[in-house]
């Protein structure tokens, strides 16, 4: 004799009962009716959770010299070095590359 079909709702039912003890494995607290029971709060009057001052356990470093001294650094060098070079298109026409300014006549060539 062949099994019958099952309706909609017995397929919810089971597919319902399914999804509970796979939330149950997880460690939720699940009602029959599939709804997570959430647990008690733990209520302050005062509208917030006290914590306690890190800083006394844990006290900042002191502030280096070395770290933002509030002099600007010097790139002078890196300007006038950048003025020996130029951006160019290489030679098979697809990216741009930087040529030193001798070498500008051969850039766009392939030598």
């Known amino acids: 004799m062949p099994k ?3 309706n909609k709702q017995e397929l919810y039912l089971i597919a319902l ?3 509970i003890k796979w ?11 599939g709804h997570i029971i959430k647990s008690s709060y733990n209520t ?11 800083s006394d356990i844990h ?12 002099i600007k650094t010097d790139n002078s060098w890196k300007i006038e070095e950048s003025k020996n070079f130029t951006i160019v298109p290489a030679y098979n026409k697809g990216p741009y590359m930087v040529v030193n300014k001798k070498d500008l006549k051969t ?5």
């Open 4 to 6: 019958r079909n099952l």
């Open 17 to 19: 009962k399914k999804h």
């Open 23 to 33: 939330m149950r494995s997880l460690g939720l607290n699940v009602g029959d009716d």
């Open 44 to 54: 302050n009057d005062d509208g917030y959770y006290p914590t306690t001052d890190l």
């Open 59 to 70: 006290p900042q470093p002191k502030l280096s010299n070395v770290i933002g001294n509030g």
């Open 107 to 111: 850039a766009g060539r392939k030598v």
